[in-house]
């Protein structure tokens, strides 16, 4: 499924911006650190959707604003989300991130695995503060840049709760309902609300506009991380870009785990339960549970939830608040969302 235009047209801008801006802050590095901040460089600019900056636009656009207002918030958004991905990917211990390694396997290959993912965790920190340096650059009203500014920090603070709520659900069984809230703190905020209401700030959007875009963006990133689920356990890696067994190691407790403990006999939920969390997995043992998971109903399932979702977000786009040309890119991206292969 191709992408948006909306997608496209915004990755054509912001590819050679953040090219440009990386290789600014890399030249002020010492020497020491040029070889990691190449592959912290190499990582950013790897490939990945950006979403997340293309809906900084959107949002400054349905409140009247240019997207010249919004570039620089936006090319932040994309480094917020490279810090939060080089935490992630840490956390998970994942190999494979957009087709090429993770950046603390990278480090780890020339420093050992302890010094490689510290000098990881901290050049994601430090790609954080680049992210704040752009947004205090954007050159709107003082009082909406420190509206955004508010946004921004918030929005890292629940995520961040989010991620550990994620970390600790691991050890227990949750409810469909405490999934659905995790992932809505850990993905669905910053990623379709956060870059939203930050646009809109910037550009003196309304309360009313807000209110929209909010009902839009929290059932939608609920969708997109059942989606995310879903290819992180059954995509083909050569497409995603991302190994498809490592939520089943580490035995994460996303929505396709806990519709399938749901929906299984006794035995299938015996068998899952002893499964998940075993880092000697093999191929094999995965392509097992896989098939368990398609025999509980499990996929068909969160395939379900992640559809509802979507019509719930598509239902607020008939807001009046919003303009009819963002509405239409939102409602393309929401599709695409929930449907795209990597």
Not at 51 to 75: H, I, N, P
Not at 140 to 161: G, H, K, M, S, Y
Not at 287 to 308: H, K, V
Not at 314 to 329: F, H
């Amino acid at each position: 499924m191709s992408a948006p235009k909306a997608l496209a047209d915004y990755a054509a801008l912001a590819e050679p911006l953040l090219k440009a801006f990386l290789d600014e802050k890399g030249a002020q590095l010492p020497a020491a650190l040029q070889g990691p901040h190449g592959l912290l460089r190499n990582y950013v600019l790897r490939g990945g959707k950006r979403l997340r900056g293309a809906l900084v636009l959107l949002g400054c656009e349905a409140a009247g604003g240019t997207r010249e207002l919004a570039v620089k918030a936006s090319l932040g958004c994309e480094l917020l989300h490279a810090y939060l991905l080089v935490h992630d990917d840490f956390m998970d211990r994942d190999e494979l991130r957009r087709g090429g390694p993770t950046l603390h396997v990278s480090l780890g290959r020339e420093h050992g695995a302890h010094l490689g993912g510290s000098i990881a965790l901290l050049l994601g920190s430090l790609t954080q503060s680049w992210a704040h340096e752009l947004l205090l650059a954007t050159e709107a009203a003082p009082e909406r840049v420190l509206q955004a500014a508010r946004i921004f920090e918030e929005a890292i603070a629940e995520v961040t709760a989010g991620q550990m709520l994620d970390l600790l659900a691991s050890r227990r069984e949750p409810t469909s309902a405490e999934v659905l809230e995790i992932e809505q703190h850990k993905t669905g905020g910053y990623t379709f609300e956060l870059p939203l209401l930050l646009g809109a700030s910037l550009a003196g959007g309304s309360s009313s506009l807000a209110s929209a875009l909010r009902g839009y963006a929290r059932p939608l990133g609920q969708a997109f991380q059942i989606a995310d689920d879903l290819l992180g356990t059954f995509g083909a890696p050569e497409v995603t870009g991302k190994p498809n067994a490592s939520d089943l190691r580490e035995g994460k407790r996303t929505l396709l785990i806990t519709r399938a403990l749901e929906l299984a006999t006794p035995e299938d939920a015996r068998t899952l339960r002893d499964a998940l969390g075993r880092e000697e997995m093999t191929d094999a043992d995965a392509d097992r549970l896989r098939e368990l998971l398609r025999r509980t109903g499990a996929a068909d399932a969160a395939t379900a939830d992640a559809e509802r979702l979507c019509t719930q977000a598509l239902l607020a786009l008939e807001s009046s608040a919003i303009p009819r040309s963002v509405r239409t890119s939102l409602a393309e991206i929401a599709t695409h969302s929930i449907r795209r292969v990597s």
